[in-house]
């Protein structure tokens, strides 16, 4: 009995959520506007952070450390030499690639190398037999690097790290930016409702009072603002979720899926932008569920 009693005031209590949604229509646009603005601007740091996190990761994928063998190494010393790789615990794979690979590789490349090194008899080919090197952690690449420089025969060791190590740090900073850039207006937006929500309880102190004096719990009093600070929150994220679909899917067909080189990829936009698009409807209706209930908690004595 006391449960079917409970459920009958839930509907009623969405019913009057609903029905409070329309019936203080330039609050609840002025409430819904807010959200809409800001999770448009919450969307494009999330894109943005979530692709920064994309190039970070396909730079770190690619890492590729390049031993160069000495020419005087003999085929003794490069066996030897692939044993002591084998050894060191970071390293994933390892290709060996040989100087007379490399020059047919080079040739095919350019004309201008073509016919200057057609002509070189294997003896005369001055490059040098690589080995090209993943590892399985990254962040340790450097401390690799120098395990592979101290084996004997080994003339060099390069991975770009000057530059790899600069974008990366870069891209780190940009990510954390965007990152404080959503929450900030996450807070935002929530102070926002909460204010615009205060108005509306304001102006309907009058309704509250009649409802304390006929004895409602404050659970059934809080409801229907928490029911309409829900729907304010769903209404709000519509528009957003609309521009993060259309508007993503528009930019990587434009941009061909890449920015400023082949090396920067866009996230493919499914799922990904789905998952942005459930990002701000919990957003929106958290933010607003949260200001209604904040608001009639303080400034109501609830």
Do not use: H
């Not at 603005?37 to 740091?45: F, G, K, Q, S, Y």
């Not at 690639?97 to 003896?123: A, G, L, Y």
């Not at 309704?207 to 029911?227: D, H, T, W, Y």
């Not at 990904?272 to 949260?290: Q, T």
């Amino acid at each position: 009995m006391i449960k079917m009693k409970n459920i009958r005031i839930l509907v009623r209590n969405i019913r009057d959520g609903f029905k409070n949604v329309f019936r203080n229509i330039s609050l609840s646009i002025a409430s819904i506007s807010c959200i809409t603005v800001t999770l448009i601007i919450v969307a494009a740091a999330i894109i943005g952070s979530w692709n920064v996190e994309n190039f970070t990761k396909l730079i770190r994928d690619d890492f590729t450390i390049v031993a160069f063998v000495k020419n005087d190494a003999t085929e003794e010393d490069k066996t030897r030499i692939k044993e002591e790789l084998d050894k060191i615990k970071n390293i994933q794979t390892i290709e060996f690639i040989s100087k007379k690979d490399i020059m047919e590789e080079m040739k095919q490349s350019s004309d201008t190398f073509n016919s200057v090194m057609s002509s070189w008899s294997d003896s005369e080919n001055p490059l040098d037999d690589t080995y090209q090197i993943r590892v399985k952690d990254d962040e340790k690449i450097s401390k690799t690097a120098e395990k592979i420089k101290s084996i004997d025969k080994i003339e060099k060791v390069s991975y770009g790290e000057g530059m790899v190590d600069s974008m990366i740090s870069i891209f780190g900073i940009v990510k954390n930016v965007l990152i404080v850039i959503v929450i900030g207006l996450v807070v935002v937006t929530a102070f926002l409702i909460v204010n615009t929500i205060k108005i509306t309880i304001f102006s309907r102190q009058e309704e509250i009072e009649i409802k304390r004096l006929v004895g409602a719990s404050n659970m059934s009093i809080k409801q229907p603002f928490v029911i309409e600070g829900l729907l304010i929150g769903i209404l709000g994220s519509i528009i957003p979720i609309i521009v993060t679909i259309y508007g993503y899917s528009y930019l990587y067909e434009k941009t061909g899926g890449q920015m400023f080189s082949q090396f920067i990829k866009l996230v493919k936009p499914l799922p990904f932008s789905l998952y942005v698009s459930l990002i701000l409807l919990a957003i929106g209706v958290i933010v607003g569920m949260f200001g209604s209930n904040k608001a009639v908690r303080k400034y109501l004595k609830i």
